[in-house]
DNA sequence: TGAAATGTTGGGGCG
DNA sequence: ACGCCCCAACATTTC
């Protein structure tokens, strides 16, 4: 057999430039069979949120109209990893499979795939496409695993040797006869109801929208990011999250345009510093959960799930995952994620600690729910960002560092405008009162049109109090830590 | 990548 | 002029 294909197996890399994986392929000079597969069946991959389906059926799509315009196919399967991949080699005779590796509870699947493949005799080559640091790539100095950014932001920077980019294919060498699903079959977009219809008004998926938000984002947005970022109401961040949960953009596409901009004269070293600094907290996340895989379900610091959490009422989850809490800002967020897929990132922090501290509820069930509604939910990402706002986590917030509703608001939404844009219902109040609009005058609700507990509820639990219950609560915990 | 409680300071009112 | 009090503003400590 002269001519035996590979495959290339997309998962988490979305988008045909800068794949280290996909060029490999590409450059054994052999037809190269691209597949993606949907895995709902192996014990180790984690259910796909909703919002994230919805994501990953326009992503499929455009990525299968590119494919096809080099003349290519993308070959869609359905099924747990381990069958579908040793099926589909039988089926084309492939003598290699590429793909770029996985860090999360997924690694196991590929683990099992590589060891499989070579007891066959077929190759299985792997890269780094989605990170800048893998997380065995760097150690302290002591030898050992990271467990505070800010060293292992040093550590990434000094290390870093910033490759050329992965050539994007420009043919792609059809191999026929090779069946694929439909993707409609799979149902990723929602029916009875279609509830997208924010997320499509918000969202341009895809590897082509990925690289024009970075653009427009180096364009309009990275001069002043560092102060901006933090501000909901000014629309200050890059969102590219989506984008990079899908692969459909590279950490190193960014840092690559993010530096040519700064030598350009187009960019603030500081701003852009802030930027990388961001996606480098991507990596430190994939670093710990690549050291502690339970990440996503146990506290980093295991003590805390001794913690006496809270079951939390019905109405009062009910009111935190619809935006009912009474509290402008969390609604504000809890209606722009449940709307569009995505929450600001300043705000995520507040609605977190409401849910942790506030509620007492065990993080995991919040980052569920952020799980089934981010379009950019990503296994490292969101369960070390609720276990550092929860306390819980390595690099974490204290558990006595609890935010303040209000006064957040106050100050990254000062004049309201965040709050405006998604709890219309408090539209008419003035800055000054629309954070806390239980302790505004009577005539300035009545003016506002605001009525409490009928047109805005009041709030599900009083910040005062909550906040020296999480206090006590947490306190017997974290002292038999630190003993 | 907090907020609240507590402590300190210094100007101004006042007897 | 002086001591005293008040309290805002700021700093430090505590959770």
Redesign the pocket.
Known sequence: MPDRPVIFWFRDDLRLADNPGLAAAVASGKPVVTVFVFDDESREARPMGAACRWWLDKSLALLGERIAAKGGKLILRRGAAEAVIAQLVKETGAEAVFWNRRYGAARKIDERIKAALKTEGVAAESFNGSLLAEPFALKTGAGGDFKV?TPFWKALQASLVMPAAAPEPRALKTVTGVASDKLVDWGLHPTRPDWSGGMAEAWTPGEMGARKRLRDFLKDQIAGYAENR?RPDEDGTSRLSPYLRFGEISPHQCWRAARHAEEAGEAPARDVQKFLS?IA?RDFSYHLLYHDPQMPKLSWRRQFEEIEWRKGTKAELEAWRRGRTGYPIIDAGMRQLWTTGWMH??VR?IVASFFAKDLLVHWRRGEEWFWDTLVDADEANNANGWQ?TAGTGA?A??Y?????PV??GE?FDPNGDYVRAWAPELSALPAKWIHHPWEAPAAVLAEAGVKLGETYPAPVVD??FA?KRA??TY?IKSQEGAA
Do not use: S
């Open positions: 950014f933090d961001e907290w990132n300043r922090m550092w690099d917030a204290p006595f560092r609890v935010f303040n006064l957040q100050k910040h005062d906040r206090l006590e306190k």
